[in-house]
């Protein structure tokens, strides 16, 4: 008799098993997309958003600084503390940017330590590959670690420059919390250029890669739609990525081009959500 109550009792754990299928205890999918991870994954693009756009105007400060306008005319990205040094040794120029304890940019962010760029003198080169590094750097409370490097076109089929910027990095937070990003991200300037402020910049992007969010699930992310990015907002203000986990995919769409922190999810069973993506500049 007790040897049956075992074999039913182990067949219906059995049976309730393939019911529930990958179920947690909350009864939530294991393989589903949270909207806590989504709201982490974002915190983490928007990290590399900030570091591909200053890596840019680092590089545009450096190499058009002796045109017949003057750098010192322009509505200048970087501010006045960020100290830069720049060596050439060999036809390999190395610019370093040196933000110190903490030096503010004009949409808010607070950068400290130091950037690295290096990259060879060539002006003939139609193609420029650029190393970076990064020295105790942090964005607002983010340390950023690990590596990078760009791919810098004069001009794509388009006529417009485009970069082509590809990581392997670390973010950590002051908790001990970290997340990680690996992939390729290509950014192509549509609107503004060397002779332009800062700030009338815009910028198309696409690319995949893979993200590790701050609870230690990995995720595919697929730009499906290229995304906006106006140097002027804060926010990707549209554009849509393919979000995909195990065998569950979903969708975030940044919206119609305004300005604003709303993006909405639509998860693999088709219900849609909105996300608030990060409100605070200093966070």
């Not at 720049?86 to 940017?97: F, R």
């Not at 949409?107 to 130091?114: E, F, P, Q, S, T």
């Not at 942090?138 to 990078?148: A, L, R, V, Y």
Request: hydrophobic residues 30%; aromatic residues 8%.
């Amino acid at each position: 008799m007790k040897k049956t109550k075992l074999l039913y009792m182990s067949l219906f754990v059995l049976m309730m098993y393939s019911i529930t299928g990958c179920e947690t205890d909350n009864g939530v999918n294991v393989d589903d997309v949270s909207k806590e991870t989504i709201v982490s994954i974002e915190d983490g693009d928007a990290v590399v958003d900030e570091l591909v756009a200053i890596f840019e105007e680092i590089y545009t400060d450096e190499e058009f600084s002796s045109l017949a306008y003057k750098i010192e005319k322009r509505d200048r990205y970087l501010p006045e503390c960020a100290v830069k040094t720049v060596t050439t040794e060999a036809g390999v120029k190395n610019v370093i940017i040196d933000f110190g304890e903490g030096c503010t940019l004009k949409n808010d962010k607070i950068l400290k330590g130091k950037l690295l760029m290096t990259y060879t003198i060539d002006k003939s080169l139609r193609n420029k590959s650029v190393t970076h590094g990064y020295e105790d750097f942090f964005i607002n409370d983010k340390q950023i670690s690990g590596e990078s490097s760009s791919v810098k076109v004069g001009s794509n089929e388009n006529g417009n420059r485009q970069t082509t910027f590809t990581e392997s990095i670390l973010i950590s937070w002051e908790s001990g919390e970290t997340a990680s990003r690996e992939g390729t991200r290509v950014t192509e300037l549509i609107s503004g250029g060397t002779q332009d402020d800062w700030a009338s910049k815009v910028y198309e992007i696409s690319g995949n890669w893979t993200s590790t969010s701050k609870n230690g699930e990995v995720h595919s992310v697929e730009i499906t739609q290229k995304l906006r990015k106006e140097l002027t907002c804060r926010f990707i203000v549209s554009g849509v990525k393919e979000i995909s986990k195990t065998n569950k995919t979903g969708t975030l769409d940044f919206g119609d081009g305004s300005c604003d922190a709303i993006a909405t999810f639509t998860d693999a069973d088709g219900v849609v959500e909105e996300i608030e993506l990060q409100k605070n500049k200093r966070k």
